[in-house]
């Protein structure tokens, strides 16, 4: 865990563009193209913590991980 990543569970757009040092339209571009994922409320999206955390790259999902053990089989 980032220890520089504010406690909360769940961050707009521009927060987490101030985090990753990007712009706004970046995050909605990695959103739209899946990098980030995103839940909409109302007209606003909201990035879950863990995975801000992947798109910093101080963790990796759930999904990678299943992907990695595909990709990687232990005889």
Same mark, same amino acid.
């Given at each position: 865990? @980032?220890?520089?990543?504010?406690?909360?569970? %769940?961050? &707009?757009?521009? *927060?987490? $563009?101030?985090?990753? %040092? /990007? &712009?706004?339209? !970046?995050?909605? @571009?990695?959103?739209?193209?899946?990098? =980030?994922?995103? %839940?909409? /409320?109302?007209?606003?999206? /909201?990035?879950?913590?863990?995975?801000? *955390?992947?798109?910093?790259? %101080?963790? =990796? !999902? $759930?999904?990678?991980?299943? *992907?990695? #053990?595909? /990709?990687? #089989? #232990?005889?």
């Amino acid at each position: 865990m @980032n220890r520089n990543l504010p406690k909360q569970s %769940h961050f &707009s757009t521009v *927060e987490a $563009a101030k985090l990753l %040092h /990007v &712009s706004r339209i !970046t995050i909605f @571009n990695r959103i739209k193209s899946g990098l =980030i994922p995103a %839940h909409k /409320v109302g007209r606003n999206f /909201v990035i879950g913590r863990e995975d801000l *955390e992947a798109a910093l790259g %101080h963790t =990796i !999902t $759930a999904r990678q991980k299943d *992907e990695i #053990k595909r /990709v990687v #089989k #232990k005889p």
